[in-house]
């Protein structure tokens, strides 16, 4: 079992119709519902000639990341997270192949999955460390161990953790078992003690057999968890029981 401490400076989350922290505060409260929109955001940070060649997936994986990343964005290390990855751009690709046409090179090297960290570097001329972390349906929380471990290792004194997701082209849906939105969410991670409130996150195997993977993305639960009053929460997948749970420092 590993259990991790850690604090959570910002969260911001897009996807779903819900777009702002009240919109997650009434989603957690049941006030809201996840809906199909396909709305996007602005990005106005970035300029228009860049900004119009980017794919849906890009637009809210850099929206969360630049603005939860806020004041630290040249300097914060940061792990990119999604199991898809840009699959729609991928999928193009694919039938390109079939078709026996000319591959963009721009467009494979956009569809890979450190690709949008990579533009988040750039964009910010941000020079730290960064990884992409694709585990299945775990995806979510491991990129989150993934970003405490490196913290803790490198003493880092903030690391910023983005997921997205956009739902897989009508091709593959048939594949997959959990009910996807198009969404994205950004943390940025500070050690335990920096905050009033104090976070941890449990890991272990889950030894019941389940057949099928879970209907709920993980970064739902997440989010669920964190605009609410919970103090624990408990998220189960076909390998992992994650437990995630918060105290308030007196």
């Known amino acids: 079992m590993l259990s991790l401490e850690f604090t959570i400076k910002q969260c911001v989350a897009w996807g779903g119709g819900l777009t702002t922290t009240q919109d997650w505060q009434s989603y957690a409260k049941g006030e ?3 809906s199909d ?3 996007l955001p602005a990005l106005k940070q970035i300029p228009a000639m860049q900004r119009r060649r980017l794919s849906p997936f890009a637009k809210l994986a850099l929206h969360c ?3 939860a990343a806020d004041e ?4 914060v290390p940061s792990v990119f997270a999604s199991r898809h990855g840009d699959l729609a751009k991928t999928s193009k690709l694919i039938s390109d192949v079939a078709a026996k046409e000319v591959l963009s ?6 569809s890979v999955h450190n690709a949008v960290g990579g533009l988040f570097s750039i964009y910010t001329d941000n020079k730290a460390p960064l990884t992409a972390v694709s585990a299945g349906e775990d995806t979510f929380f491991t990129a989150v161990v993934d970003a405490l471990c490196k913290m803790s ?3 880092y004194s903030q690391i910023l953790v983005v997921f997205t997701e956009t739902v897989v082209p009508e091709i ?7 009910d996807e939105v198009n969404i994205a969410c950004a943390l940025l991670l500070a050690p335990a003690g920096q905050s009033n409130e104090t976070y941890s996150l449990t890991v272990q195997a889950n030894k019941a057999e389940i057949p099928t993977e879970t209907q709920q993305m993980q970064v739902l639960d997440f989010l669920n968890f964190y605009h609410s009053n919970s103090e624990d929460s408990e998220i189960s997948s076909k390998r992992h029981l994650w437990k995630l749970s918060r105290a308030i420092n007196v």
């Not at 630290?72 to 300097?75: A, D, K, W």
């Not at 593959?172 to 959990?178: K, S």
């Open 153 to 155: 290792a490198n003493e």
């Open 65 to 67: 990341a630049l603005n």
């Open 37 to 39: 929109s396909q709305e």
């Open 32 to 34: 809201k519902i996840l």
């Open 172 to 178: 593959y849906q048939e594949y997959i078992a959990q």
């Open 72 to 75: 630290c964005l040249t300097t």
């Open 105 to 110: 090179p721009t467009q494979f090297g956009l």
